[in-house]
T-cell receptor, first 115, second 113 residues
Framework: KAGVTQTPRYLIKTRGQQVTLSCSPI?????VSWYQQTPGQGLQFLFEYFSETQRNKGNFPGRFSGRQFSNSRSEMNVSTLELGDSALYLC??????????????FGSGTRLTVV | KQEVTQIPAALSVPEGENLVLNCSFT??????LQWFRQDPGKGLTSLLL?????REQTSGRLNASLDKSSGRSTLYIAASQPGDSATYLC????????????FGIGTKLQVIP
């Protein structure tokens, strides 16, 4: 059974550019959540999608956006990149909302470096 | 607002020692609590998931307990090994509708051979 797949694994972007990250959840999982992880802040919740609808959103500026497709794959987009956006971006999937009854399964993450 | 605290932030133990990692949460109305380990630069690997109706879960050398009334969960690692070196995080999901999961900052464990 394939796990959660995040692409790409590494990205280097320049300030002001935009970036799109992709997450393919485990087959049958309908919830996809995104997190930003930095050494000083730990895991910060970005948003959660369930059946193509955004169910929850964290406290991030509007430059961070996401969407979920009918096959449950999700993308997140960051526009006008800033140096502070450098982080490990993690995606987690579950069959239900949030961790629900079955818990999260995480992908390996996308390491974004903004220069 | 749920807050999750993990103490200590870092722990170094000799191989073979039994150890306990702590996770405290402020709101006892949780749906479940999940423990993860994270190796440097990698994603999170699920270790144990405890539902609110459960008191503990076990997997191999790992045992996690949950005490909602005191707002605490502990992860017990028996006979620690160098391969257990990683950061351990706990995550609490509040009950009631579409809630956000709150993570602790983690405990960085080093097991010395």
């Amino acid at each position: 059974k394939a796990g959660v797949t995040q692409t790409p694994r590494y990205l280097i972007k320049t300030r002001g550019q935009q970036v799109t990250l992709s997450c393919s959840p485990i087959s049958g999982h309908r919830s996809v959540s995104w997190y930003q992880q930095t050494p000083g802040q730990g895991l910060q919740f970005l948003f959660e999608y369930f059946s193509e609808t955004q169910r929850n959103k964290g406290n991030f500026p509007g430059r961070f956006s996401g969407r979920q497709f009918s096959n449950s794959r999700s993308e997140m987009n960051v526009s006008t990149l800033e140096l502070g956006d450098s982080a490990l971006y993690l995606c987690a999937s579950s069959p239900e909302f949030s961790t629900g009854h079955y818990g999260y399964t995480f992908g390996s993450g996308t390491r974004l470096t903004v220069v | 607002k749920q807050e999750v605290t993990q103490i200590p932030a870092a722990l170094s133990v000799p191989e073979g020692e039994n150890l306990v990692l702590n996770c405290s949460f402020t709101d006892s109305a949780i749906y479940n609590l999940q423990w993860f380990r994270q190796d440097p630069g990698k994603g999170l690997t699920s270790l144990l998931l405890i539902q609110s109706s459960q008191r503990e879960q076990t997997s191999g050398r790992l045992n996690a307990s949950l005490d909602k009334s005191s707002g605490r969960s502990t992860l017990y690692i028996a006979a620690s090994q160098p391969g257990d070196s990683a950061t351990y995080l706990c995550a609490a999901l509040p009950s009631g509708g579409y809630q956000k999961v709150t993570f602790g900052i983690g405990t960085k464990l080093q097991v010395i051979p």
